[in-house]
């Protein structure tokens, strides 16, 4: 179980997160690559993640909800998997949030091009609701630059 050394700000207006919830978790990003192994093996998105970010444990549910085809992205044209996800946060919450509003699951929707070749499966579109400013969504500027 990882460590953590040193935290700014520190934790001290949060509810500590017990050890028992942290084991088996991993950080954000490391599973949104587990999602894209995950399609890249089965092109399908179902499934669920235990998150903890050094300060919250969520749960990170994710569902398939179509295959598409994709046509004007370029070197990115073909099939593609639309799935929707949901964020719920389970421990971690600062002393002075509402807790029912805390726990509230965030959705959001992924649009993942599945590329052909054995290449690694490419998220295209990303949307997020956020409790701070509304929902954020991130789009690929362009397809991956090939090594030289």
Known sequence: ?????????????????????????????????????????????????????????????????????????????????NCGFTVRTIAGLRHEDDREVARRPLKGSVLIALREGGAFPLPLHFEVETRWFGTVAVQLAGPPVAAE
């Open 1 to 81: 179980m990882p460590t953590i050394r040193r935290q700014e700000p520190s934790n001290e207006d949060r509810e500590a997160v017990p050890p028992e919830q942290i084991r088996g978790t991993v950080d954000s990003l490391s599973g949104v690559a587990g999602m894209l192994k995950k399609v890249a093996e089965t092109e399908s998105c179902d499934g669920s993640t235990a998150i903890y970010d050094g300060r919250r444990r969520s749960v990170a549910v994710m569902t398939s909800s179509a295959m598409v085809q994709l046509s004007g992205q370029g070197s990115l044209n073909g099939r593609a998997l």
